[in-house]
């Protein structure tokens, strides 16, 4: 049978950095490739706890539907949570709980997305909404990423031009893949651009909670009194993953319109999750938690630097974040991205290729995503130790 698959799947491509793991399987096999929480992040006894508590205060409701907007328990607690440090939501904002920010994305683009229309993008950023904006029509144009957050002349300029971009995607905490953080300057001439051009900004913060160093940034949506911010919040890295909890905030109009979308995919997020997510958030000390997952980061992205510093040849460039979980290295461009790939997969290392994460000029890219967070201390120095021999060798100065 040859199966007629719908347009919008057709260019649909699995997830590269699934792709880079299954490359690199094998004995001994170390994954710098995911970004996962450090086991010893995840309050497992805490939450085990917590849902034994749920099934006892709330009996069969547990088990049953729920509302698609999700729990009132979550929402009230999550709205403390976000506004903790600054105002971020306003009385005329609202919250929908969303199966992961994957979910948001999805959702956010499900709603504003016609075919053919443009979105930009911070370059590189997030391959997984890529995946999600592409999949609902639009076609991405990548904004150049600096250090203190994207060129804002490129932006002004992008936002001006027709056909007019529907939203701008942003992760000003911690950029996946790069690290990093937009300025304080820069969010507030993000926002002006978008009321100037009257564009939607997606918002996308995993990563804020977990920074080690540097000062604290309050989030484009805390500007946003005239609803041009769309703000998703996720607890996945700073509580579990497998819970699929997360937030989509912004103006009620908006938020009722997602609703409906959210209806039509999982009718909600399941009622335990919820409700074990309110009574964890309700229960903690936040900022004493974040504290303690954000020092077990601090140290293994210390390491994984130091590592680097020490192994690895001179040509490969490379920062370190201050906080999230993933440190970015460029190679010298007379290295070929794929071999180096390559390469460490065949010394079952898995590391992923920049381009996955590039817009404009995938083809050029030479960077390499690597994640501190899940592999273990040893795996972070056999790990780095083996690719930083392999940037030797390829760059053709072999050692030993
Ligand atoms: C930038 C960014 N946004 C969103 C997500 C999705 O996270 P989740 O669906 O677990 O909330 C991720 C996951 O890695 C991410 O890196």
């Given at each position: 049978m040859v199966y007629d698959y719908a347009t919008k799947v057709k260019g649909t491509q699995g997830s590269p950095i699934r792709d880079a793991i299954v490359k690199a399987q094998g004995e001994g096999f170390i994954s710098f490739a995911a970004g996962f929480p450090d086991p010893q992040a995840i309050p497992m006894e805490k939450l085990s706890r917590i849902s034994q508590e749920v099934l006892e205060e709330y009996g069969i409701e547990v088990f049953q539907y729920g509302e698609s907007i999700g729990r009132a328990e979550l929402r009230q607690q999550a709205r403390k949570f976000i506004n903790m440090d600054y105002?971020?939501?306003?009385e005329g904002d609202d919250i929908l709980v969303t199966s992961g920010s994957t979910q948001g994305l999805y959702i956010a683009s499900k709603i504003f997305l016609n075919e053919g229309d443009v979105i930009l993008s911070e370059d590189p950023a997030f391959s997984g909404a890529f995946a999600s904006f592409r999949s609902n029509g639009a076609t991405?144009?990548?904004?150049?990423?600096e250090e203190d957050g994207v060129d804002i002349a490129a932006l002004e300029e992008a936002m001006a031009s027709e056909p007019?971009?529907?939203f701008f995607y942003t992760i000003p905490n911690f950029n996946n893949p790069t690290g990093y953080t937009t300025s304080f300057e820069k969010r507030k001439a993000i926002?002006?651009?978008?009321?100037?051009?009257?564009?939607?900004?997606?918002?996308?913060?995993?990563y804020g909670y977990l920074r080690s160093a540097g000062e604290d940034l309050p989030a484009i949506k805390t500007f946003d009194t005239t609803g041009h911010v769309l703000y998703a919040a996720s607890l996945s890295k700073i509580i579990s993953p497998g819970m699929r909890c997360a937030l989509l905030c912004g103006a009620k109009e908006i938020i009722?319109?997602?609703v409906i979308q959210k209806s039509l995919i999982d009718?909600?997020?399941?009622i335990w999750n919820q409700l074990v997510m309110a009574k964890f958030l309700e229960q903690t000390d936040m900022r004493n938690h974040?504290?303690?997952?954000?020092?077990i980061y601090e140290r293994k992205c210390e390491l994984m630097h130091e590592t680097m510093a020490a192994t690895f040849h001179e040509d490969v460039k490379y920062g370190k974040p201050e906080g999230g979980m993933f440190i970015y290295f460029e190679l010298p461009d007379y290295i070929n991205l794929q071999d180096f790939v390559n390469e460490a997969a065949k010394m079952h290392i898995a590391v992923v290729p920049g381009s996955a994460f590039s817009v404009e000029q995938p083809q050029r890219c030479n960077g390499v995503r690597i994640n501190f967070s899940i592999p273990t201390v040893d795996q972070i120095i056999d790990g780095i130790t083996k690719i930083g021999a392999l940037t030797h060798r390829l760059c053709g100065d072999q050692i030993n």
């Amino acid at each position: 049978m040859v199966y007629d698959y719908a347009t919008k799947v057709k260019g649909t491509q699995g997830s590269p950095i699934r792709d880079a793991i299954v490359k690199a399987q094998g004995e001994g096999f170390i994954s710098f490739a995911a970004g996962f929480p450090d086991p010893q992040a995840i309050p497992m006894e805490k939450l085990s706890r917590i849902s034994q508590e749920v099934l006892e205060e709330y009996g069969i409701e547990v088990f049953q539907y729920g509302e698609s907007i999700g729990r009132a328990e979550l929402r009230q607690q999550a709205r403390k949570f976000i506004n903790m440090d600054y105002d971020v939501l306003k009385e005329g904002d609202d919250i929908l709980v969303t199966s992961g920010s994957t979910q948001g994305l999805y959702i956010a683009s499900k709603i504003f997305l016609n075919e053919g229309d443009v979105i930009l993008s911070e370059d590189p950023a997030f391959s997984g909404a890529f995946a999600s904006f592409r999949s609902n029509g639009a076609t991405i144009r990548g904004i150049r990423m600096e250090e203190d957050g994207v060129d804002i002349a490129a932006l002004e300029e992008a936002m001006a031009s027709e056909p007019k971009p529907k939203f701008f995607y942003t992760i000003p905490n911690f950029n996946n893949p790069t690290g990093y953080t937009t300025s304080f300057e820069k969010r507030k001439a993000i926002y002006w651009l978008a009321k100037k051009y009257n564009v939607i900004i997606l918002e996308d913060n995993p990563y804020g909670y977990l920074r080690s160093a540097g000062e604290d940034l309050p989030a484009i949506k805390t500007f946003d009194t005239t609803g041009h911010v769309l703000y998703a919040a996720s607890l996945s890295k700073i509580i579990s993953p497998g819970m699929r909890c997360a937030l989509l905030c912004g103006a009620k109009e908006i938020i009722a319109k997602a609703v409906i979308q959210k209806s039509l995919i999982d009718s909600s997020t399941p009622i335990w999750n919820q409700l074990v997510m309110a009574k964890f958030l309700e229960q903690t000390d936040m900022r004493n938690h974040i504290r303690y997952i954000s020092d077990i980061y601090e140290r293994k992205c210390e390491l994984m630097h130091e590592t680097m510093a020490a192994t690895f040849h001179e040509d490969v460039k490379y920062g370190k974040p201050e906080g999230g979980m993933f440190i970015y290295f460029e190679l010298p461009d007379y290295i070929n991205l794929q071999d180096f790939v390559n390469e460490a997969a065949k010394m079952h290392i898995a590391v992923v290729p920049g381009s996955a994460f590039s817009v404009e000029q995938p083809q050029r890219c030479n960077g390499v995503r690597i994640n501190f967070s899940i592999p273990t201390v040893d795996q972070i120095i056999d790990g780095i130790t083996k690719i930083g021999a392999l940037t030797h060798r390829l760059c053709g100065d072999q050692i030993n």
